[in-house]
C-alpha cells in the first residue's frame, strides 16, 4: 500500500474527530528539551489511515496511600463515561471551595501521538534515522492541524505525511517563555526535501507503533477502585501503576504539558503544572 490523498483525507477525518499497558515502552517516545531544535517527518499509518494520530486523556494524581504518582488513560478518550471526570464535575457543581481544593490534586490532561521519522535529534543523536513517538500538546497540535486542514494547508496539506522528496518534515523549536517554561510556538513545517539515507521508505512505514495500544485500557470499575484508595484513602485492594513507570511517563511528557501553561481555556484548571510535579517527583 502507498501514501496517496485518498489516505491523508482518512487521517485529516480521523484527527478532526473528538475523541493500554502499565508497562508501556516510553523508550520508543521522542524527548524533547528545552533550547534545542528537532526535525522529524510525520509517518502515516498505511494500514488504518484514521490511527495515524492517536488523541487522548489522562488523569495523574499523587496518592495517599502509597505517595507515589498514579497514572490512567481517561475513558472519554474512546467515547466512553470516566468515573473520576464524574466525582470531579459533582465536586465542582458543588460550589464548596473547600471540596474544590480538595479535588485540584488530580489532573486531567489532554494529548496526541503520532509516529515520526527522526531526521534530527541533537540531545540523543542515535534517535536519528529511527521512528519514534512524538507526544504532544495544543501548541504542536495547532501546527499540525493548520497544516493539515487550515490555513497553511493549501502550502502544506497532505505533504506532511509524504515520505518522498515531495514531503515536508517538522521543525520543532523548543524555546522557553517568560515563565522559563517550554514553548513550540516558533515550530513549523519546512520546504519539501527527500529524507537523507533513506533507501527503502516500505521499511519506515512498517515501523510504526500501534499508538493506541500503548497505554491500558483500564474498566470503570477499575478506575473506581483506583479513585478510592489513591486519593479518597479508602481499603480496597487496588493494583496501580508503579511509581517507576509513571515517573517514566512524566520524565516523557511533562514538557509536553508545560507548553500549554500559559493557555487559560480550562476554567477548571486542568493544565499540567511543571513545577508541582518536580516538586512530587522529589519528595519520590
Not at 49 to 62: A, L, N, S
Not at 110 to 122: G, Q, S
Not at 182 to 211: N, Q, R
Request: proline fraction near 3%; include cysteine.
Amino acid at each position: 500500500m502507498k501514501y496517496n490523498n485518498n489516505l491523508f483525507e482518512s487521517i485529516k477525518e480521523a484527527l478532526n474527530k473528538k475523541t493500554t499497558s502499565d508497562n508501556a515502552n516510553y523508550r520508543d517516545f521522542l524527548k524533547l528539551e528545552t533550547d534545542n531544535t528537532y526535525v522529524v517527518r510525520l509517518i502515516p499509518n498505511l494500514e488504518s489511515p484514521e490511527r495515524t494520530i492517536f488523541h487522548y486523556f489522562h488523569h495523574i494524581w499523587k496518592s495517599v496511600m502509597t505517595n507515589q504518582l498514579v497514572s490512567v488513560l481517561c475513558p472519554n478518550t474512546y467515547g466512553e463515561s470516566c468515573p473520576i471526570d464524574e466525582y470531579r464535575s459533582k465536586i465542582y457543581a458543588s460550589k464548596n471551595e473547600a471540596e474544590i481544593e480538595k479535588i485540584k490534586p488530580i489532573r486531567r490532561n489532554e494529548n496526541w501521538l503520532c509516529n515520526v521519522y527522526v531526521v534530527k535529534d541533537p540531545t540523543n543523536p542515535e534517535n536519528q534515522g529511527q521512528v519514534k513517538v512524538l507526544r504532544f500538546g495544543k501548541q504542536l497540535f495547532k501546527i499540525i492541524s493548520e497544516a493539515m486542514n487550515g490555513d497553511d494547508a493549501e502550502e502544506f496539506g497532505s505533504k506532511i505525511f509524504d515520505l518522498s522528496e515531495k514531503g515536508c518534515s517538522l521543525k520543532i523549536k523548543v524555546e522557553s517563555n517568560d515563565g522559563k517554561y517550554p514553548t513550540y510556538v516558533a515550530s513549523k513545517f519546512m520546504s519539501p526535501s527527500a529524507l537523507e539515507g533513506v533507501e527503502d521508505v516500505e521499511e519506515i512505514y512498517g515501523s510504526v507503533k500501534e499508538l493506541d495500544s500503548i497505554f491500558e485500557h483500564k474498566s470503570k470499575e477499575e478506575i473506581s477502585k483506583m479513585l478510592k484508595v489513591h486519593f479518597l484513602g479508602q481499603d480496597v485492594e487496588e493494583e496501580s501503576t508503579t511509581n517507576k513507570e509513571v515517573e517514566e511517563e512524566f520524565e516523557s511528557i511533562k514538557v509536553e504539558n508545560v507548553e500549554d501553561s500559559s493557555n487559560k481555556e480550562s476554567e477548571n484548571d486542568d493544565a499540567i503544572n511543571d513545577s508541582k510535579i518536580e516538586d512530587i517527583l522529589k519528595d519520590l
